[in-house]
């Protein structure tokens, strides 16, 4: 595979860790809805598609990105972003690519006050549809009560053929009971995720974590536990009853 496309994985795998400020969807209808016909379209139409269900109903949903090998999964945006192309001999430039992604089609309730249960159809709709496209990885959702997890399942590999995938948070990861800070509870989570699968992943982004009405230590721990647990419990932890945390990766 060429640089270009290692470079573009690596990026894939970084820990984005977003802020839901959302209230808990409360006195959740259950009867029929009005609908409304929604277009997301990105080269990661899942996650934009989750974005918009986040910001429409208020629930908790998590998103982890494919892992694309299939050099069709990609294409090439060099002159769109590169502003410096001048400045090389033509082709000598590296390369910037992104997910070729594409377009989704989604009904929606009208109302913003849905229940769980019209939520994880909403999310079953979302990896439908994403598979239906034959493009990017295919996906599944799993719940714990309120709290929805968008995994891959599936990706083309380099050939083309379509092959199972397990996502990177499906690790086994422990971590020594001690208390940490915020970003210390992050990191640790990171670090042990790193030691697991032998993968860099980073936090280059953050905001919104801290809040004056939580204490600045947290107590946790783990014992060959999934890392996705982990991480919703610390993001429980550390965040607030105003402030649900969820992340992107």
């Known amino acids: 595979m060429s640089n ?72 090439d945006v060099t002159t769109q972003v590169r502003k410096d192309l001048d400045k090389y001999p033509p082709g000598a430039a590296g390369k910037v690519m992104e997910p070729r992604g594409g377009t989704l089609n989604l009904t929606l309730p009208s109302s913003h006050s849905i229940s769980a249960e019209t939520m994880a159809s909403l999310l079953e709709q979302v990896v439908r549809e994403q598979a239906n496209t034959q493009q990017g990885g295919r996906f599944r959702v799993e719940r714990e009560g309120e709290l929805f997890h968008v995994v891959p399942a599936e990706a083309r590999d380099q050939a083309g053929s379509w092959v199972p995938q397990a996502p990177l948070l499906d690790a086994a990861i422990s971590l020594p ?46 014992e060959n536990e999934r890392a996705r647990s982990v991480l919703a419990r610390a993001l429980t932890v550390i965040g607030s009853p105003a402030t649900r945390l969820t992340w992107l990766i």
């Open 177 to 222: 009971t001690e208390d940490r800070d915020r970003m210390s509870t992050l990191a640790a989570i990171t670090e042990a995720l790193r030691a697991a699968v032998g993968v860099s992943v980073d936090l280059p982004f953050m905001g919104g974590i801290d809040s004056p009405d939580h204490p600045r230590q947290y107590r946790l721990g783990a």
């Open 4 to 75: 270009h496309m290692d470079s573009a994985m690596r990026l894939a795998l970084l820990l984005i860790i977003a802020i839901a400020l959302y209230s808990k969807p409360v006195d959740a209808q259950t009867g029929s809805y009005d609908t409304v016909k929604v277009t997301v379209g990105t080269g990661r139409p899942v996650s934009k598609a989750v974005e918009e269900l986040v910001s429409r109903y208020g629930y908790v949903v998590t998103y982890e990105d494919p892992l694309l090998t299939y050099e069709g999964d990609w294409r």
